[in-house]
């Protein structure tokens, strides 16, 4: 197995820098509508911009 690592982002410190998991893109289509998620990146339910929520098939 591929050992796949992102580099972390640093502040000027050296510290880590966090980001919020909704600043992140979410992969998830709805499968019924095909609009994405709206809530980042993440497992489980998602939601789109009018609300509906759905399930991963995963």
Avoid: F
């Avoid at 502040?11 to 609009?35: E, F, H, M, V, Y």
């Avoid at 489980?44 to 609300?51: F, I, K, L, V």
């Amino acid at each position: 197995m591929d050992d796949v690592r992102q580099e972390v982002e640093k502040d000027s410190k050296g510290w880590p820098i966090l980001r919020s998991a909704q600043d992140l893109d979410c992969d998830g289509k709805n499968p019924t509508t095909g609009r994405t998620c709206v809530l980042g990146y993440h497992r489980g339910n998602h939601r789109d911009e009018t609300g509906t929520e759905w399930l991963d098939d995963e």
